[in-house]
């Protein structure tokens, strides 16, 4: 029995991880998120499992390491937001949830592709105050539009399926193509050709080096006029200023982010009681053809039960000293 502390617990994980666990593992919740504040609370376990809104820079996994935690369990597919390095340095195991529903998140980011097209989250705030005018309402077909994707793992893939089936032309770029695509009509371009000649741009590729900032003010402005883009993949992969001020110039046409590359601290609280002071954010959030969801892409009951699963399985796999869908 493995002794683990489950940091940035929600409500609605509780009933999965005491379903899945059964009894097998020690396991603990807290609604803190790890920081160097709370840190100091997995002392007496053995392994730590975190969710992306959870710190693990260097001086939090030095700390972890010093109190005896020698297994981190991601809740999550990315890992953008662990230091490897000092992990690897401390000897730790990190294990993930690689893919836990890919369909989550694609049939996600096709739905915030719809409510910018067609307008729906306009249409529904008109209507609250009983203006049901059809004024400013014009949307677009997806029909025959060209759609680019950037990352076709297995999230761009089940994107791509989906998007397959509304009669699109797909373009994707991916440093690494994916072979199982056969059976799809996607052709894989050049970014700069992806960028030119797509209407839509949605992204799924994880967030590291190559790929921080890889919507820059450049891109932006290759970008086909009166293109959307969509993100939801990590927000550290759009430069934000840089997509505020293209949206301002009116080259792009709107923008859906499920991602923002400051959502740490921001997004999963309740801020309701409190002023948010990021002034960028609060503009994006002001734009009318920006849409902008707190990182729910993967909330799916479905979703939800795989990650519990997975991540039990993690923890009894590492205890039994053959770890599985580990990064390190
Ligand atoms: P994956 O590893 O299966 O696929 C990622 C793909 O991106 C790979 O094919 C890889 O070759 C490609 N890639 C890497 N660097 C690239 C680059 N510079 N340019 C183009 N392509 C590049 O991962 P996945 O399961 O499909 O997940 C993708 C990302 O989605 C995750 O890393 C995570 O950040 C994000 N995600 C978001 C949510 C959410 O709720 N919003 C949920 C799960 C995952």
Request: proline share 2%.
């Amino acid at each position: 029995m493995m002794k683990i502390l489950i940091y940035s617990s929600q409500e609605f994980e509780k009933n999965y991880f005491n379903k899945f666990n059964a009894g097998q593992h020690q396991l603990d919740f807290t609604a803190d998120s790890l920081s160097l504040e709370t840190v100091h609370k997995a002392k007496g376990y053995e392994g730590v499992c975190c969710f992306v809104a959870d710190s693990l820079e260097e001086n939090i996994i030095l700390k972890l390491s010093e109190l005896g935690i020698k297994l981190i369990a991601l809740r999550s597919a990315g890992y953008d937001h662990v230091d490897m390095v000092a992990a690897k340095k401390c000897g730790m195991t990190v294990v993930r949830v690689p893919d836990y529903s890919p369909q989550a998140v694609a049939e996600f980011a096709v739905g915030l592709i719809l409510a910018l097209s067609r307008k729906i989250l306009k249409a529904y705030i008109q209507g609250l105050e009983h203006n049901f005018k059809l004024e400013g309402l014009m949307g677009f077909n997806l029909n025959q539009k060209t759609i680019g994707i950037v990352g076709t793992g297995k999230i761009g893939m089940a994107f791509a399926q989906i998007i397959s089936g509304f009669g699109c032309r797909i373009l994707a770029n991916d440093i690494a193509p994916n072979m199982s695509c056969h059976n799809l009509d996607i052709s894989y371009v050049d970014f700069k050709d992806l960028l030119e000649q797509s209407d839509i741009v949605s992204l799924h590729c994880p967030l590291n080096p190559s790929t921080y900032h890889l919507f820059d003010h450049l891109e932006f402005s290759q970008m086909k006029k009166g293109a959307l883009i969509v993100n939801t993949a990590r927000g550290g992969v759009i430069n934000t200023k840089a997509l505020i001020k293209i949206l301002k110039t009116g080259h792009l046409a709107g923008a859906a982010l499920d991602v923002y590359e400051k959502e740490k601290g921001l997004f999963f609280i309740d801020h309701r009681k409190d002023m948010i002071q990021d002034e960028q954010f609060l503009e994006l959030q002001k734009m009318p053809n920006v849409i902008v969801t707190p990182h729910q892409a993967f909330l799916t009951t479905e979703a939800i039960s795989n990650i519990t699963q997975m991540t039990i399985d993690n923890i009894t796999a590492f205890e039994n000293g053959k770890p599985i869908h580990q990064i390190l």
